[in-house]
């Protein structure tokens, strides 16, 4: 007489987490693999921006790769009265400029951003 794996009712899972388990709480399914889409390495990129813009205005953020568009910029996140923050994983470097509500582009050339780089700019605006 074989006797049956008890499990505790709170799981929802069998505890064993054998792929042979028979008990009636089995749900067990195979691990699938976390690999990305085109199995290419994505990294966190970083960009700390220091600008005080003025109360209730946003920074955004546009560009080319990363899921940026030169067309329509993207909120950046606001961390204290001139601190903003935005990450983003790369596979390649970006290129991107900022711009006060979407609307008033920063002084100079494009930034840049590379896989796993972390910068902090101070961007101008007239």
């Known amino acids: 007489m074989s ?9 929802g899972k069998c505890a064993c987490a054998s ?5 009636a709480e089995s ?3 195979p691990i699938k693999s976390k690999r990305s889409r085109a199995g290419a390495k994505r990294t966190k990129a970083r960009i700390q921006i220091t600008a005080n813009i003025g109360w209730g205005n946003v920074l955004f953020i546009r560009g080319e790769g990363a899921s940026l ?3 329509k910029g993207i909120a950046l996140q606001n961390l204290d009265t001139d601190q903003w923050y935005w ?4 596979q390649k470097p970006i290129a991107f400029k900022l711009l006060i509500n ?4 920063c002084d100079g050339e494009n930034y840049t951003l590379t896989p796993e780089q972390s910068i902090a700019i101070a ?4």
């Open 102 to 105: 979407d609307v008033q582009w």
């Open 19 to 23: 792929k042979a388990c028979t008990c």
């Open 3 to 11: 006797k049956k794996l008890q499990h505790p009712p709170f799981l």
């Open 69 to 71: 568009s030169w067309d």
């Open 27 to 29: 749900t067990h399914t």
């Open 123 to 126: 961007p101008t605006f007239t």
């Open 87 to 90: 990450e983003h994983s790369l």
